[in-house]
């Protein structure tokens, strides 16, 4: 049974940062590029930042570009987000998402999601 949790969530200012985890299970994880996406009330789901099965390629959406850093540690089956300079535009709720073994922005093309976590940032 595949699974995605997400935790790290939280309410933060405007300025300050927060540290995203998601823990996969049931599925070889590092045959599986690993994103965060996130999705915020009325709009939608938005493509954050993407770390490739091999762990050699990372891409983040312009939004975040130079602010957030996706990283993976395989030995733990477990992907992060790191996010700094927060601004209040990036409140949403963030999803962890797997997919096999290519790149890929688009949400309808990835396989397994986390349940997400809210991340609120105050101005």
């Known amino acids: 049974q595949v699974q995605l949790v997400e935790s790290g969530g939280g309410l933060a200012q405007a300025g300050g940062s927060l540290n995203l985890s998601c823990v996969a299970s049931?599925?070889?994880?590092?045959?599986?590029?690993m994103s965060w996406f996130r999705q915020a009330p009325g709009k939608e789901r938005e493509f954050v930042a993407v770390?490739?099965?091999?762990?050699?390629?990372?891409s983040y959406g312009d939004s975040v570009k130079g602010r957030f850093t996706i990283s993976r540690d395989n030995a733990k089956n477990t992907v992060y987000l790191q996010m700094s300079s927060l601004k209040p535009e990036d409140t949403a709720v963030y999803y962890c998402?797997?997919?096999?073994?290519?790149?890929?922005?688009?949400?309808?093309?990835?396989?397994?999601w986390g349940q997400g976590t809210q991340v609120t940032v105050s101005s």
């Open positions: 998402a797997a997919i096999f073994a290519a790149m890929a922005r688009r949400p309808n093309d990835y396989r397994y």
């Open positions: 770390s490739s099965w091999r762990n050699d390629v990372t």
């Open positions: 049931g599925y070889s994880f590092s045959r599986y590029t």
